[in-house]
């Protein structure tokens, strides 16, 4: 099990940016998967960015270009940067961790995201 805090939602006015952080904790191995989710009113869940432990990204179209995630070296904090919000970025992103790809994910508890002039 794997738990998760993240921090760096809040308001940002149409072209600005925010850097979502979330730490991971209570294990001593390396986290195979990081990345985030989001979840807008009345929509499904979905994928915006992951990090693999090999390196390997995927990013949703909608983020492309726009959104940058990484991890720090101990592969334990995953971030989103994210650059050029629009009204449609607005959700809750919540961070999700997978230790081992045969696992379940873990979520953490989800961070406010709003974007409106």
């Known amino acids: 099990q794997v738990r998760l805090v993240e921090s760096g939602g809040g308001l940002v006015q149409p072209g600005g940016s925010l850097r979502l952080s979330c730490e991971g904790s209570?294990?001593?191995?390396?986290?195979?998967?990081m990345g985030w989710y989001r979840q807008a009113p009345g929509k499904q869940r979905e994928l915006v960015a992951e990090?693999?432990?090999?390196?390997?990204?995927n990013y949703a179209d909608s983020a492309k270009g726009r959104f940058t995630i990484s991890r720090d070296s101990a592969e334990s904090t995953v971030y989103l940067q994210m650059n050029s919000l629009k009204p449609e970025d607005t959700a809750v992103y919540y961070c999700?961790?997978?230790?081992?790809?045969?696992?379940?994910?873990?979520w953490g508890q989800g961070t406010q995201v709003t974007v409106s002039s």
């Open positions: 990090n693999t432990i090999d390196g390997t990204t």
């Open positions: 999700y961790a997978r230790l081992r790809l045969y696992m379940d994910p873990n």
């Open positions: 209570g294990t001593s191995l390396k986290i195979h998967t």
